[in-house]
């Protein structure tokens, strides 16, 4: 069986990707499974390896948040913005991409009294993305 490690690096590499539900499960099921759990070791680092790959050919491409990267000095940068996203959306299992920007946008909002996560400055970002991972480290210890 995957290990909760490779369980969640698959999640965040086919978040990262975007992949609709439907490839990601004929990709699993190109594996004889219906879910990443499913997997041997083995056939998790597999797939693992080949969904890098999928994502450093599509570091190529435009990133989310690349046209931010001529504002203010003072601003969160665009990488800033999109590791916030990925924390979030690596600490929760969401259904689609509104809950998960509804969700976000509802907790910057309520914790950091910013409406959106485009106005956050630099500094802030920090703060928020050390927040996140202190979270998501408590979850993943009280998961064990």
Do not use: C
């Not at 975007?18 to 797939?47: C, H, P, W």
């Not at 990267?69 to 991409?97: C, G, Y």
């Not at 993305?129 to 202190?134: D, F, P």
């Amino acid at each position: 069986m995957s290990n909760f490690t490779q369980i969640k690096k698959i999640h965040t590499l086919t978040n990262i990707l975007g992949l609709e539900d439907e490839i990601y499960r004929d990709m699993l099921a190109s594996f004889g499974v219906g879910s990443s759990k499913n997997l041997t070791e083995t056939e998790a680092q597999i797939l693992i390896e080949i969904l890098e790959d999928k994502v450093s050919f599509k570091g190529n491409s435009h990133k989310k948040y690349d046209d931010f990267k001529s504002r203010d000095n003072a601003m969160a940068t665009p990488a800033q913005l999109r590791k916030i996203e990925v924390v979030w959306k690596d600490m929760h299992t969401f259904t689609d991409k509104d809950s998960a920007k509804k969700s976000l946008r509802k907790f910057i909002k309520k914790q950091f009294h910013f409406e959106d996560i485009r106005f956050i400055t630099k500094i802030k970002a920090g703060k928020i993305i050390a927040v996140l991972e202190k979270i998501k480290i408590k979850k993943y210890l009280k998961a064990l």
